[in-house]
């Protein structure tokens, strides 16, 4: 029944060790995006995905970098990361990019940084 | 800076209560308000929304109060219950797009 599914749930990584955390969904969605969010703070949008079009938020690091291979994957890349990239990454998907149209989370990423 | 704050980091209500979380914004663009709850382990789901030329919107038990000129909304919960022990974000879209800008969240808990 899961609709927006996140794997893995935990990832360690080395610092400045390339990491790939990966999302795929079953609602046949247009859009995907991926959030970022640290302890105790709101989820922070760093790109969204329009079908194959991709659209980053102006202050996300290019340390970031995402993946859409098809309607159902996306794949958050980051290439060197560092310790405050530590945090619980969000994958979520809507129908269209409509204000109504409602946003599915996945139950995220836990990334640790050593 | 923050655009979206919930100033409230937590809250406690006896079950059968009113649950009031609050939420201010400080950008005048925001149109479009919407409120998410988060169980642990899982993702935020998406609870009620209102739309800025609206002041209230009900749907069951929760409510969603906009003051536009205070640039404050409010959830009310009533009555609360165990189960609605969970952290609520609030979050706000402009120009009529999708990209949501949210909240620290607060986190609530009913006790029975």
């Known amino acids: 029944d899961a609709m927006v599914i996140q794997n893995p749930r935990y990832q360690v990584t080395q610092f400045g060790k390339p990491v790939t955390l990966s999302c795929s969904q079953t609602?046949?969605?247009?859009?995907m995006y991926w959030y970022q969010q640290k302890s105790s703070q709101a989820p922070k949008l760093l790109f969204h995905y329009y079908d194959k079009d991709f659209n980053n938020e102006a202050d996300t690091p290019d340390n970031f970098q995402s993946r859409r291979p098809n309607t159902s994957f996306c794949f958050l890349d980051i290439r060197s990361p560092g310790l405050g990239d530590a945090a619980m990454y969000l994958c979520a998907t809507s129908r269209d990019l409509g204000r109504e149209e409602t946003q599915y989370f996945g139950p995220g990423t836990r990334l640790l940084v050593l | 800076d923050q655009q979206v704050k919930q100033n409230s980091p937590s809250l406690s209500v006896q079950e059968g209560r009113i649950s009031i979380l609050n939420c201010d914004y400080t950008n005048s663009m925001f149109d479009y308000f919407l409120w998410y709850k988060k169980y642990p382990a899982e993702g935020p789901t998406f609870l009620i929304s209102i739309s800025s030329i609206k002041d209230k919107n009900e749907d069951g038990r929760f409510t969603v109060f906009l003051n536009k000129s205070a640039k404050h909304l409010s959830l009310h919960i009533v009555p609360s219950q165990p189960g609605d022990s969970a952290v609520y974000f609030c979050?706000?879209?402009?120009?009529?797009?999708?990209?949501?800008?949210f909240g620290g969240g607060t986190r609530l808990m009913v006790k029975p």
């Open positions: 979050a706000a879209s402009a120009n009529a797009g999708n990209m949501l800008t």
């Open positions: 609602l046949n969605h247009n859009v």
